[in-house]
């Protein structure tokens, strides 16, 4: 098993920015994949960004390419997402969930993650 609790969420203005953590414990999820969603109220679970379990690889949705960054310190067994130029669109509760491998393999895919944090709500006023 694998525990992941996010944290850094936050009320910010729009085009200030938010860090945001994933750290896991228990089971280490090193070897594993790691990925950021978001829910919007009354919305279905949408895909932020993905990277493998050495960084090498890194998928990003269109939304919010060029404004996020997703990293891991393994040594730290954490994630994170940094998120500069938010808009009141990226409004939502964050979750982030560790994948069944190395590398997602479909990452905006939900099936592809076993473990999933209790989610830090990020709300962005205009």
């Known amino acids: 098993q694998v525990q992941l609790v996010e944290s850094g969420g936050g009320l910010v203005q729009a085009g200030g920015s938010l860090r945001l953590s994933c750290a896991a414990s228990?089971?280490?999820?090193?070897?594993?994949?790691m990925a950021w969603f978001r829910q919007a109220p009354g919305k279905e679970h949408e895909f932020v960004a993905a990277i493998s379990w050495n960084g090498g690889h890194i998928d990003y949705a269109a939304s919010v390419k060029g404004r996020f960054t997703i990293s891991r310190d393994n040594a730290k067994n954490t994630g994170y997402l940094q998120m500069n130029s938010l808009k009141p669109e990226d409004t939502g509760v964050y979750y982030c969930?560790?994948?069944?491998?190395?590398?997602?393999?479909?990452?905006?895919?939900?099936?592809?993650?076993?473990?999933w944090g209790q989610g830090t709500q990020v709300t962005v006023s205009s």
């Open positions: 228990g089971r280490t999820f090193t070897s594993n994949g």
């Open positions: 969930a560790a994948s069944r491998w190395s590398t997602p393999e479909n990452p905006g895919f939900l099936y592809e993650y076993n473990f």
